[in-house]
């Protein structure tokens, strides 16, 4: 590969002002996306007050953080006197099986237990808590811990071994164990590995368990490494997202009042979960005045930082005619790295993994009845929705705002657990969370919050290398056994 010389102008597709700065960074300063050439676009600092959508600007040399050897400087973009129209959104076909995406066969993998801690503050180390949901997991599964052959832990945060540490809690010494990594992902990504042991008849039982302990860990910002080029100029988790939601807003006429029914509606849906961190009730008004973390998110846009652990069980079919529920099947489920280059042309990775997925299980997103997905910030509730073929490009704020994604005729029931927003966010719990709603939802066992549906979808992503759109992203597709 041969280093090529990028154009030092472009005009501006995104921006927001930071308003929760990393350490050495100004108290408030502004990021976003400028467009240098058709199909290339890339984050940027701007050396002053961020200029308006498709206005012209040049790198140049500039200030961006200080550390404890001085300033350090790099590419800052500048505004100059000429403007261009800003281009249309990209337009995108809804998620689905197409002519090119390679299918593999249906996994038809059941699961036989679920738990969930509360999410919250419980003040408990990681591997206590993964001790507890897994064990839950293996009782809500009618089986004995003693049964269990294989044990797949995610973790985005919490310290190395953290499946060894819990083997002071459980009687799993000598089980074939793995620990995973990737991001917020990492507990759909153990359930990956689960279900690739279970196919593989390597194991008739493994138990995927996913922890983490924000905030006991001190909460606050994601930390990041400032060595990342992205991350360097300051870029943070949360400007990401609220440039992915100044770029909806202004390529589809969305006001803020979309984002903040986002949240009304998790929080509603929250008040029903008794394992939520989140539970009251709030309005439009009350997340739009809460704290700016970076225009136009607020903090009320933000997953709260939560500890917690969850816990699935997926067993061999000989084992699911023993176990204590009518079973759940695992009809699909895919797992990918992101791109570069994703995050605002409108082929996300997200429409490729749910491509795939949906393929593979046979079934079009028009059947989905309840989705729980990664609305880590508000933005992305609306963002996803429409990559997993669930609404059309443009739609979903003007959807939610009537009223739809509720379930029946108004599209796929949203986040019935509270979601990420109202339930909390320990990124290696998060992933087996939302498969453990799913599969009391088809069970019929989700008391207040329940809702009709015969097919659901898990969406999970998270990222801590910036210039990718994600680390990792994972979509399942699940149904009612046959």
């Given at each position: 590969?041969h ?89 995108a076909s ?5 002519p ?15 738990a ?77 590995e ?22 006991r ?22 400007s ?16 803020e ?33 809460s ?18 652990a ?85 739609t ?17 029931a ?6 990420l ?59 009612r056994?046959?």
């Amino acid at each position: 590969m041969h280093p090529q010389v990028l154009p030092r102008t472009g005009t501006v597709v995104a921006r927001t002002t930071v308003r929760v700065a990393p350490p050495g960074f100004p108290a408030q300063y502004q990021v976003g996306v400028v467009e240098l050439a058709p199909d290339l676009r890339v984050l940027a600092r701007f050396a002053d007050e961020a200029p308006g959508h498709g206005a012209t600007v040049t790198v140049r040399t500039g200030l961006l953080r200080e550390d404890e050897s001085g300033e350090v400087v790099g590419p800052v973009f500048v505004a100059e006197d000429s403007t261009v129209v800003t281009q249309e959104a990209t337009a995108a076909s809804p998620a689905g099986s197409s002519p090119g995406t390679p299918v593999a066969e249906p996994l038809r993998i059941a699961v036989a237990g679920v738990a969930t801690t509360a999410f919250g503050r419980p003040d408990l180390p990681a591997e206590r808590l993964a001790a507890e949901a897994a064990l839950a997991a293996v009782a809500d599964a009618g089986l004995r811990a003693d049964e269990v052959d294989a044990v797949v832990v995610g973790s985005a945060f919490a310290t190395a071994a953290l499946g060894q540490r819990m083997l002071r809690y459980v009687p799993w010494g000598g089980r074939r164990m793995v620990n995973v990594e990737n991001a917020c992902a990492s507990g759909t990504s153990a359930l990956a590995e689960a279900l690739a042991l279970v196919r593989a008849g390597l194991a008739e039982v493994v138990v995927a368990v996913g922890a983490d302990i924000p905030v006991r860990s001190g909460g606050g910002l994601i930390p990041l490494d400032q060595e990342d080029p992205v991350a360097g100029i300051g870029v943070t988790l949360p400007s990401l997202y609220a440039l992915v939601g100044d770029r909806y807003q202004s390529a589809y006429q969305v006001g803020e009042d979309a984002f903040a029914e986002v949240v009304v509606r998790s929080r509603q849906n929250g008040s029903r979960n008794p394992d939520a961190f989140r539970r009251d009730a709030v309005t439009r008004e009350d997340v739009l005045a809460s704290r700016l973390i970076a225009d136009p998110l607020t903090l009320f846009q933000c997953a709260p930082n939560a500890d917690g652990a969850s816990a699935v069980v997926v067993v061999a079919d000989h084992v699911r005619k023993r176990c204590a529920h009518p079973p759940v099947e695992i009809a699909g489920l895919a797992l990918r790295a992101g791109y570069a280059k994703d995050r605002f042309t409108g082929e996300s990775v997200v429409r490729r993994v749910a491509q795939a997925a949906y393929a593979q299980a046979g079934v079009h997103p028009e059947q989905v009845g309840v989705v729980e997905l990664h609305d880590a910030f508000a933005p992305a509730a609306l963002t996803n929705l429409e990559y997993l073929g669930l609404a059309e490009p443009g739609t979903a704020g003007h959807r939610l705002l009537a009223g739809d994604f509720r379930g029946g005729g108004t599209g796929p029931a949203l986040n019935p657990s509270g979601g990420l927003l109202s339930r909390g966010h320990p990124p290696g719990a998060t992933g087996l969370a939302q498969v453990s709603e799913l599969v009391r939802q088809l069970r019929g066992e989700a008391g207040d919050r329940q809702v009709d549906a015969e097919v659901a979808v898990v969406h999970t992503m998270g990222g801590t290398v910036l210039e990718l759109e994600t680390n990792a992203c994972v979509v399942g597709v699940l149904r009612r056994g046959r």
